[in-house]
């Protein structure tokens, strides 16, 4: 069981690629693509990965799609509205259920970010064609390994504090910006059976997707997210003893 692959589904908006001149130069074959050959570069361990996008039929996930998914990643930006509310209940079901999930960049504002956060998962951001310094400030973590601290981005969109997310179970990684701006750039929660983990690194208007070190923590993400490896998925819930007195 342990030396079979981890099955990485690679999920994309796959939008900007589409009206963007700038961003389909950037990504030709679209950011989902790269993401994926990036996971498959640098995972550590054997993994399967595939790509599927909001156009796809389902909206990319339908239901067989996340039973045969040990991790999900999700880039999105502009279409969150359009995910709908049947899919973010699939996914979230399957995060509960042992699913990982690796949420990137602009994700922070998906619909299935927000509900597993319980917040409004709002920041501040500033589009200056900035250099973001992503500080390891946990390199035990295995999404760190063999990441330099720290990885210098030469040109990407700021995001800053206040990041109105619950606490971190594990923070890794924290951003500083040229205005004097910091942000908690890798963050990792626990949601039922499953683990969840925010990278922010990533705006569509820069290469920062074919950054080595980006698609490393990015892979590592994804290895850390899956667990205990492929198939370890319950679909029973947790049982709960009866409210009442105990003796």
Not at 6 to 33: F, S
Not at 41 to 58: E, K
Not at 158 to 171: C, K, N, S, V, W
Not at 186 to 203: E, I
Request: charged fraction near 20%; glycine fraction near 10%; hydrophobic fraction near 40%.
């Amino acid at each position: 069981m342990a030396d079979e692959p981890i099955r990485v589904t690679v999920w994309g908006e796959g939008r900007h690629e589409k009206r963007d001149a700038n961003v389909a130069a950037l990504y030709p074959e679209g950011m989902h693509e790269t993401i994926a050959a990036g996971i498959a570069s640098y995972a550590t361990v054997p993994v399967t990965v595939r790509c599927t996008t909001l156009d796809s039929p389902d909206q990319g996930l339908p239901a067989a799609v996340l039973e045969s998914t040990d991790v999900l990643t999700w880039w999105g930006h502009i279409a969150h509205d359009e995910v709908s509310d049947d899919v973010v209940d699939r996914v979230q079901e399957a995060v509960l259920g042992g699913m990982g999930l690796v949420v990137l960049h602009s994700g922070h504002w998906s619909k299935i970010f927000k509900r597993l956060m319980g917040t409004t998962c709002a920041l501040r951001w500033r589009n200056g064609d900035d250099r973001e310094l992503v500080w390891t400030v946990d390199p035990t973590h295995p999404v760190a390994a063999g990441v330099p601290s720290p990885i210098v981005i030469d040109r990407q969109e700021m995001y800053g504090e206040f990041f109105d997310i619950p606490a971190p179970d594990e923070l890794v990684f924290v951003s500083s910006f040229s205005g004097g701006e910091v942000f908690r750039s890798g963050c990792a929660w626990r949601r039922g059976r499953g683990r969840v983990f925010y990278f922010s690194p990533g705006d569509q208007d820069y290469p920062v997707y074919h950054h080595p070190d980006v698609r490393r923590v990015i892979a590592n993400a994804a290895v850390w997210a899956a667990g205990s490896g492929p198939r370890k998925r319950q679909t029973t819930p947790i049982a709960y003893a009866p409210t009442g007195w105990y003796s």
